[in-house]
């Protein structure tokens, strides 16, 4: 549970903190929504920039979205080759304690009004109550906005601005030559940190083992912390091809594939 005070005095913390190193090459590309509070997003950058770091991509999404919206850093995703990266993105939503609505107004089932005294009747706010898994309840405000138009309107200004903006059938695409066997040679996070190594085995369930250069051994979840291939193993042509459609079959379904084939033959 996000406690208002704390929202706000981590928002302001982190403005005075990236003041001045705002990046205006970065741009909102695409989006999907994952849930009803969060949503998978594109962002790009100039290929005459370099890769943005971890809080550049923070301090886009903060500003772009007037701290209405936070990144998910363990879904993040770079795609080198594209000056891409994506990530899940999330609302963040004061809360504060359900005691508080002794202070407020009662406008409907469930909704509580705050009048903000000092700052004027114009920043009255709506509270409604809300309930987490354990059943603990608690106040969250009430957005005038949800995440699909906030996400809209920024991608929205970024196609005005720029003739072709990438999306994540672009990512598809670049993805469909990406399947890692053991023996392939890739670049992946750990622990916030990029490195290279060597696969050394797949499990079944989707588990990867990595020895690194340095003789270090990595156990990965699964392939999303690995962001390049930069060494291809024994696996090559025909057979490679073929792993290829199958993997992106069982993923995105046969008749996307299909398609996406037949558009690269064209």
């Known amino acids: 549970m996000l406690n208002t005070k704390n929202v706000m005095r981590i928002a302001s913390q982190f403005s ?7 990046r205006g090459d970065m741009f909102l590309s695409d989006w999907e929504k994952t849930g009803k509070n969060s949503a998978k997003v594109l962002v790009g950058w100039s290929k005459s920039l370099a890769l943005p770091r971890n809080e550049e991509f923070d301090h886009f999404i903060l500003s772009s979205f007037d701290s209405k919206l936070g990144v998910e850093f363990k879904t993040l995703r770079i795609y080198p080759r594209l000056n891409l990266a994506s990530f899940i993105v999330k609302e963040l939503v004061p809360s504060r304690n359900l005691g508080d609505v002794k202070s407020m107004v009662k406008v409907g089932p469930g909704r509580y009004l705050e009048a903000q005294a000092l700052t004027g009747d114009q920043n009255k706010r709506v509270w409604e109550v809300s309930e987490n898994e354990g059943g603990d309840k608690f106040l969250t405000l009430v957005r005038e906005s949800n995440i699909e138009e906030l996400l809209e309107e920024k991608r929205g200004s970024i ?7 990438p999306t994540f059938q672009v990512v598809a695409q670049e993805q469909a030559n990406f399947v890692i066997e053991p023996g392939d040679g890739v670049r992946f996070y750990h622990r916030g940190i990029l490195k290279e190594g060597t696969i050394k085995s797949i499990k079944p369930d989707g588990t990867i083992f990595i020895k690194t250069a340095a003789g270090q051994a990595i156990e990965l979840q699964n392939e999303s912390p690995i962001v390049d291939l930069f060494h291809k193993g024994p696996a090559t042509g025909d057979d490679q091809k073929e792993r290829v459609k199958e993997y992106w079959t069982k993923v995105y379904g046969k008749e996307y594939v299909d398609k996406w084939l037949s558009y690269k033959k064209s």
């Open 16 to 22: 005075e903190k990236m003041s001045g190193e705002t």
């Open 159 to 165: 196609k005005w601005r720029k003739a072709e903006v």
